[in-house]
């Protein structure tokens, strides 16, 4: 978890076996004051791997449910919720 006020950083990772797709990283209920950037991609062994950070500064405190998506240019998409606390 993090700390209201304190600089909140956590990498995500996604993979995708489908090795030509181009993926995007978004995130929802996210707390207020961090966001998903810095996304790159890499591709090892016909899978391509995406990285991304959740970085910030947490404004409010709270146990947030946290989904993540990641998506290809397809449309096809895959979430997963998290629990995220901020104290």
Known sequence: GGSVGNTYAYTLTGYDNDENDTLTMSGQNLPSGLKITDCSSTTVRSQVRTYCDLVGTPTQSGTYQVTITLSDQ?????????TLVIN
Request: aromatic letters at 22%; glycine letters at 12%.
């Open 74 to 82: 397809f449309g096809a998409s895959n979430s997963k919720t998290y």
